[in-house]
């Protein structure tokens, strides 16, 4: 018996053999696909939390992708699109990085074989979306843009040698030793491992890259699939990396209002195609709200609704003169939805409400990824790059993962460790390992959700978030909450809702009711660790520094 399976002798999570590999990719959507691709000539484990090409955000994505390939249009217009919705905290390199560099990526996508949509003359078609001063959003199949570019990175991959796939495998936990990132701690999830003792796994690797997605999940009302519970996340936080405006969540505006979770994305190019936003009353309200109506910025547009629903009001999205009969086919994927739902958006407006949507914040990274951990990259959603500043442009999400998912894969391949002694990074997983197998608990799952719904959502205040952190404090300290996507859920909580309650502005996706105004002093980026901001949050809010 080895030295690691005498230490686990009492758990019920018995370790399979170890693996290693030059690098470990945590996520298999367009940044996660992306960054393995670009690891050309190195060993590569892509640890996927679904079966490969299903599931994930990118899948969902319906708006599209914005990217200046368009006539008349330039990388410096995208930018200072970008820029102008950002709430003045943008990173102007990361802003460049993105704009300039997307169209290369894109146009490598394309000789992939993704199959964007076409005008007449077999030109590509460019829609308009909220904030873009220009048509510059692609689409696929109307509104399956992100499961469209899954799939030709998904096959990609499985084109190559040097990727090897996990799938339906969760990632627990970082492995650090002595400041560096040596690998990763996972278990099996698959269907057929049942409700018993999890099959466990230790991964050495000197570079581990998280693409791991978004934190809807931690809302009770969001957008984002099941497995977008901020476990990349939540594992930076863990380990001890810089995190980057965290508090800025954006919720989407219009999301199909009822009983199923998630909620069906009713998607912004449905507002571009000139569907309007009605009150209990039916009249256009957006009208007195933004100069550009539907197509203000989303936290604009977010906020007028939810007043209104808090008010008692429901509030419908009308597309029915602006697409009507075209529906089917202009937005199959909507449509489809829609009638699952029981509605027919040909004929009927359609009840909205905001909802969680996308993560502005995440782990601090440079341009080419790196986060404050040696041995760590971060890439896509679970990033915070400064592109997106504090409120984030349509579209730019699936363009931002696609450009820095490759940025990611040719630094790491730059960089060029040496793998760990698996003997050191096995001993290093003995202390991460649960006595027992790790069991869901829905109903405090279902509770932090709704605390940060209601405290830390479309409007915050002080109040509330000190509510939400005593509540997701206490929560902590159960044994339930020790272990899995019900720990990262709500370490993710309590991060926003320190990092919101320690921002005393409104800004961007952040609307604080005590603090309505912008204030110039803090027009510049939160960056810190966890325990920085937690500790701030409950003692001293004035000393967590935000360093540029």
Known sequence: MSDLAVSTAASASPLQPPLAADAVVVGAGVAGLAAALALRGREVLLVSKRRLGEGGAS???????????????????????????????????????????????????????????????????????????????????????????????????????????????????????????VGLLVRDVAPSAG???????????????LATGGIGQAWRYTTNPLEATGDGLAMAARAGALLADVEFMQFHPTALAGPKDPLPLLTEALRGEGAVLLDSRGRRFMLDEHPLAELAPRDVVARAIFRRRKAGEEVVLDATKAVGERFPQRFPTVFARCR?????PRVQPLPVTPAAHYHMGGVAVDLRGRTSIPGLWACGEVASTGAHGANRLASNSLLEALVFGTEVGEDVVRVAAPRPESRLVRTVARGHLPA?????????RRRVREI?????????????????????????????????????????????????LLRRESRGAQWRRDFPGADPQAARR?????????????????RVASRR
């Open 59 to 181: 899948n969902w994505a319906q708006g599209g992708v914005a990217v200046a390939l368009g006539a008349g249009d330039s990388p410096r217009q995208h930018a200072a699109d970008t820029v102008a919705v950002a709430g003045g905290i943008a990173d102007r390199a990361a802003v460049e990085t993105l704009t300039t560099r997307g169209p290369e990526r894109m146009r490598e996508l394309l000789a992939r074989g993704a199959r964007f949509d076409r005008d007449a003359e077999g030109e590509l078609a460019f829609g308009r979306e909220a904030a873009h001063s220009t048509s510059r959003i692609l689409h696929a199949g109307g509104d399956a843009t992100g499961a469209e570019m899954v799939r030709a990175l998904t096959e990609a991959v499985r084109a190559v040698s040097w990727i090897c796939v996990l799938e339906d495998t969760f990632a627990e936990d970082l492995l650090v030793d002595q400041g560096r990132v």
């Open 195 to 209: 409700p018993g003792p999890h099959r466990w796994r230790v991964i050495a690797a000197p570079a581990v890259v």
């Open 340 to 344: 699952e739902q029981g509605f027919d």
């Open 436 to 444: 027992a197998a790790v069991v869901e608990d829905t109903e405090l």
């Open 452 to 500: 940060l719904w209601e405290d830390v959502g479309v409007e915050r205040d002080a109040a509330g978030l000190r509510h939400a952190l005593s509540e997701l404090d206490r929560i902590a300290a159960s044994p339930s909450a020790a272990h899995g996507e019900l720990r990262n859920l709500v370490e993710v909580g309590r991060v926003v809702a320190a990092a919101a």
């Open 526 to 542: 939160t960056v810190a660790t966890a325990s920085e901001l937690l500790y701030a949050a409950h003692d001293m809010p004035s």
